[in-house]
Nanobody
C-alpha cells in the first residue's frame, strides 16, 4: 500500500471550478477518485491507468470533470468544472497496483485510500 494525500477541496458556488490533487508516496499503477456524501455510499467519480490510455468517468461527471496524472510526481489530478450542488461530498483518492484485477471503476481495484478532501458547492 501507498500513502495518498489529497488537496484542493473547498467551498464554491455552482458553476465554479476546482482542481483536486493527490500525491502518492510511491509509484501507483491505477489511480482514481471516489466521493462520499453524508448518508450515501461511496461512489466512483473517475479513474486513470498508468499510461493514461484508459480514462473512466461516472455519467454524472462526464463532460465536466477531467482526470489526469503526472507519473514523475506520483500524482493524480481531478479538474472539476461547472460544479453543481450535487457534487458536494468528500472526495477520496484511491490507488492500486497492477496486480489487482477488476474494473478501474470498482473499489475492489484499489488497496490504498487517502483521507479525503471536502468539496462543498452552494447554489
Amino acid at each position: 500500500q501507498v500513502q495518498l494525500v489529497e488537496s484542493g477541496g473547498g467551498a464554491v458556488t455552482a458553476g465554479d471550478s476546482l482542481r483536486l490533487s493527490c500525491v502518492a508516496s510511491a509509484r501507483t499503477f491505477s489511480m482514481g477518485w471516489f466521493r462520499q456524501a453524508p448518508g450515501k455510499e461511496r461512489e466512483f467519480v473517475a479513474a486513470i491507468n498508468w499510461g493514461s490510455s484508459r480514462l473512466y468517468y461516472s455519467d454524472s461527471v462526464k463532460g465536466r470533470f477531467t482526470i489526469s496524472r503526472d507519473n514523475a510526481k506520483n500524482a493524480v489530478y481531478l479538474q472539476m468544472t461547472a460544479l453543481e450542488p450535487e457534487d458536494t461530498a468528500v472526495y477520496l483518492c484511491a490507488g492500486g497496483p497492477a496486480s489487482l484485477g477488476g474494473s478501474l471503476t470498482s473499489t475492489d481495484r484499489y488497496n490504498s485510500w487517502g483521507q479525503g478532501t471536502q468539496v462543498t458547492v452552494s447554489s
